[in-house]
C-alpha cells in the first residue's frame, strides 16, 4: 500500500509507537454488525448505489459492498451506515 517514502515512514511510526493505523494512515474503518449493518468510517465519498451493490471511495482507491435490499441508513463527511443483508466487502483499486 505504501510504496513512497512518506508512505513507507508513517507505516512505520503507526508499527513502532502502536498507533491506530485508520487514523495515520487515513485507512477506513469498517464495523460490521452480523450481516445487517456496516458503518464505514474515513472514506471519501458515493461512487454508485443500487440495492445489490454500493461503491465508496476511500483514500486508496475503493470499498464495493454487495448484498440484497442494500439502503444507506445515515451519510455525514467520514461516516456512512448501511443496512441490508451484506453479502461481502471487496477492496478495489488500491493506489499507494
Known amino acids: 500500500m505504501a510504496k513512497t ?3 513507507r515512514f508513517l507505516q512505520n511510526l503507526t508499527t513502532a509507537f502502536e498507533l491506530p493505523a485508520d487514523v495515520v494512515l487515513n485507512l477506513p474503518r469498517i464495523t460490521i454488525t452480523g450481516n445487517v449493518q456496516l458503518l464505514m468510517e474515513n472514506h471519501k465519498g458515493i ?14 482507491g475503493e470499498a464495493v459492498i454487495t448484498g440484497s435490499k442494500l439502503k444507506i441508513d445515515s451519510l455525514f463527511a467520514s461516516e456512512v451506515r448501511i443496512n441490508g443483508h451484506i453479502h461481502g466487502i471487496e477492496f478495489l483499486g488500491s493506489r499507494g
Open 5 to 7: 517514502f512518506k508512505g
Open 47 to 60: 461512487i454508485s448505489y443500487e440495492p445489490e451493490k454500493i461503491r465508496i471511495r476511500t483514500q486508496h
